[in-house]
């Protein structure tokens, strides 16, 4: 096992107007699970292959424990690596496909068929090791191309999103099978991923990046609760939180007919900045629901465009007036919906519910806190 440094690590390819990677600053501890997540062309996947050597590092460094492998040949870095479509050997056994690279390794073979049954017996293949790959599920396949980085015992396991070949039961399955192996294993691992759900149930650290900039890096639950912009705030959650592009008053910010106040660091930062506008972010389980006999209460009004009915929970996904712009407002309630398309809603956002970021540079401004207790009516129409 060993930690994991990237020490500004940038990479360019010719034609493109800016690095695929730039300037990557990133430690991984000893044992570490660490999640490369962004959405497609970020910069994640390569700099998992500058990791492995499969890509060249144009300026900075990358080590593996105490040794500089910034330009050491991918068989000289001591890592092992699961990709996307498995590569796995037709016409070889599973044993034989998890031997391989020990067999080039001229390894005895006794002790080759040792650590692939041992493997295999983590993994629950030991009945499928006489088996060729097309024999095989897809779910088994990526199990073996697994035991075949287990075997060789690398300092450090690369994956690159190893389970989008998967179904989306399957995928459930895999995630937790590869988490709980890792802990037992204990080996460092940098597993790249564009679906934000297997970050946060997989990763014991996530770092978020956007066109080869790292934007964040922390906890699941930190990087949740508090995103360093907006860009993590709308890309980490499912679904999305809802951001408003709103004016800026020493008050706080209004919200359609919801007045929204702001801590003082929060209005100190926004009037530091010389802010006219913020950008506040709401997430959608953050919205309450209220009885429509509550008709007081200052609230954003709805209309519901679709129902998203998941059984433990739903989404609505609505409309709303936001100054003199329609915006799309997503809603998460618990349990079964009562409401249908069509349905008029006022809304409000719990106390501690809102997230406030500079309309200029997208940074955060800082936790709001003990903010007003803001709610949701339902109309007497709106149920049925």
């Known amino acids: 096992m060993a930690s994991v440094i990237f020490d500004k690590a940038t990479r360019r390819f010719a034609g493109m107007d800016r690095p695929a990677v730039s300037e990557l600053d990133l430690r991984i501890a000893d044992g570490e699970f660490m999640v490369l997540v962004g959405p497609s062309g970020c910069g994640k996947s390569t700099s998992l292959r500058m990791l492995a050597g499969l890509e060249e590092v144009d300026s900075g460094a990358i080590r593996i424990g105490d040794r500089d492998v910034t330009h050491l040949p991918p068989k000289d870095r001591d890592i092992a690596m699961v990709f996307q479509n498995y590569a796995l050997y037709p016409h070889m056994t599973t044993a034989a496909n998890m031997g391989f690279a020990l067999k080039i390794a001229r390894m005895p073979k006794a002790r080759v068929r040792r650590q692939v049954e041992e493997a295999a017996a983590i993994l629950d293949l030991g009945d499928y090791l006489d088996r060729k790959p097309k024999s095989l599920s897809g779910g088994q396949r990526q199990r073996v191309a697994m035991g075949r980085a287990i075997v060789r015992e690398p300092r450090v396991f690369l994956m690159d999103e190893p389970l989008s070949n998967l179904d989306a039961k399957l995928r459930v399955q895999t995630r937790t099978q590869i988490a709980v192996l890792q802990r037992r294993l204990g080996t460092t691992t940098v597993y790249v991923t564009h679906d934000q759900v297997e970050a946060m149930t997989m990763g014991d650290r996530l770092a978020v990046l956007k066109d080869g900039v790292l934007q964040q890096v922390g906890t699941p639950k930190d990087v949740f609760e508090r995103p360093a912009n907006t860009f ?10 809802n ?31 010389g802010a006219t506008e913020v950008t506040l972010g709401v997430r959608p389980e953050r919205f309450d629901v209220l009885s429509p006999q509550d008709l007081e209460t200052p609230g954003l009004e709805l209309e519901v465009d679709t129902v998203e009915d998941t059984g433990a929970v739903a989404y609505l996904h609505a409309t709303a007036k936001v100054g003199q712009e329609l915006a799309p407002v997503v809603v998460r309630l618990p349990g079964r919906p009562t409401q249908d398309k069509g349905a008029q809603l006022r809304v409000t956002v719990r106390p501690d519910g809102v997230h406030c970021f500079s309309a200029v540079t997208g940074a955060r401004f800082g936790q709001v806190q003990d903010t007003t207790s803001i709610r949701v009516h339902l109309p007497q129409d709106a149920t049925r």
């Open 232 to 241: 993590v705030g709308g890309f980490i959650g499912s679904p999305a939180m």
């Open 243 to 273: 951001l408003f592009r709103l004016p800026f008053t020493t008050e706080g910010v209004q919200l359609g007919g919801l007045l929204v106040p702001l801590p003082r660091e929060t209005l100190l930062a926004a009037g530091a900045e």
